[in-house]
């Protein structure tokens, strides 16, 4: 199951908004084929492990089958999965994960049990979990798992008073964000982030991955810009990916600054709140457009704005051994800050790591 599990990552970034599944079958020790899920519309975990098993010139019949998630049951961009192990005279399956689908969850093991085949599931479910818990939230809730990444000093601060906010953290730690970025269906910033720093919000490929500074993947870029405020410069609206960009404003803004932005990406005119986007409208339309992860990486004001209301599931912290101090330099989570203790979101599955010369923490926040 741990190489199931290590086969599964592979195709962090590349199967949404399917789970990432990975699959081994096994007979007398032997290992006869692995197998893991690359991408949606492309064969499942399981369907790959058989081919590879026939690759190598192996029967399968009476082998087991050690698989992430459940089988699935269901037609849906493709054929369904059990059908498949009944056809190939699998004789046992174990299985990580349940599917999380309400609709389908018991449904393979019922399916694959009484064709006679033995089912066991639970084995290092929480690992399995874990590796799809965007997926998982999605799936039940149709909106996206999001993510607060943010990288600051020790106190707090993204930049200086003077906004000088490059590099804070080391090459390294910068390395796992791009990682981050890789495992997210869609990244948003606000207006403010891209005034002051013009991001691009590319995944790029790590080193050794066909040079550092090679766009990986495409992935969607949104920007909270309630006003029409990004510049019609901003690398955001003039690069390649621009067909990924959406700006996100509500009434308040200009036409004549909507219309140009709409000449160069999406425009989506959100309801405001207290004069910003909503953000759950804008949260179910996403999740109605397949994002199943969204990262948010601020600054401190939309940061803030997704922890006040409720709306944050993991956070991913960076600490740079620094102290900046100020007044006015700019925080990581700003706004107007929680009142009282009982308020304030709590951490749980607190992660800590070194990673160079920086501290990462990820946790889980427990009233998202």
């Keep these: 199951m741990r190489l199931a ?32 899920h690359r991408r949606a519309g492309e064969p499942h975990a399981e369907i790959e492990a058989l081919r590879d098993a026939a690759r190598r010139g192996y029967p399968v019949r009476g082998a087991t089958l050690y698989v992430t998630l459940e089988p699935c049951s269901t037609h849906g961009r493709t054929p369904p999965c059990t059908e498949a192990l009944l056809a190939a005279g699998i004789r046992r399956v174990v299985a990580g994960a349940t599917d999380p689908n309400p609709r389908h969850a018991g449904r393979g093991f019922e399916r694959l049990g009484r064709a006679g085949i033995r089912v066991e599931h639970g ?4 690992e399995a979990a874990r590796l799809n ?4 939230h999605w799936i039940v809730r149709r909106t996206p798992f999001v993510t607060v990444k943010a990288a600051m000093t020790l106190d707090g601060k ?19 964000a791009q990682r981050l970025r890789r495992d997210a269906d869609a990244i948003l910033v606000g207006v403010n982030t891209v005034l002051a720093d013009d991001p691009a919000l590319t995944v790029r490929a790590p080193a050794g991955g066909g040079g550092p500074g090679r766009v990986l993947k495409p992935v969607r870029r ?32 200009p036409a004549r600054r909507v219309a140009a932005l709409a000449r160069r990406v999406r425009v989506v005119v959100a309801p405001a709140r207290q004069g910003r986007p909503d953000l759950r409208w804008l949260l179910s339309r996403l999740g109605r457009e397949e994002v199943t992860h969204l990262l948010v990486e601020g600054g ?6 997704f922890f006040a209301a409720g709306l944050v599931h993991r956070v991913a912290f960076f600490y740079a ?11 990581a989570v700003a706004g107007a800050g929680f009142t ?10 607190i992660e800590w790591r070194r990673v160079g010369e920086d501290l990462f923490l990820t946790a889980r926040v427990a009233a998202a």
């Excluded at 818990?133 to 998982?136: G, H, I, L, T, W």
Aim: aromatic residues 4%.
């Design 340 to 349: 009282t203790w009982a308020e304030i979101p709590r951490l749980r599955e």
């Design 123 to 126: 084995v290092l479910a929480s």
């Design 300 to 305: 401190g004001e939309v940061n803030a704005a």
């Design 133 to 136: 818990e965007a997926f998982n």
């Design 5 to 36: 599990l290590r086969l599964a990552r592979r195709a962090r970034g590349f199967t949404s908004p399917n789970p990432l599944v990975g699959a081994v079958l096994v007979r007398g020790g032997r290992l006869l084929g692995c197998g893991w």
């Design 158 to 176: 993204i930049a200086t008073a003077a906004g000088e906010s490059k590099w804070i953290t080391g090459e390294p730690a910068r390395a796992l």
């Design 222 to 253: 949104l920007v909270l810009d309630s006003r029409a405020r990004t510049p019609l410069t901003a690398r955001l609206l003039n690069d390649e990916g621009n067909a990924l960009t959406t700006v996100v404003v509500t009434r308040a803004a």
């Design 321 to 331: 051994p620094r102290v900046v101090g100020g007044r006015t330099a700019p925080r």
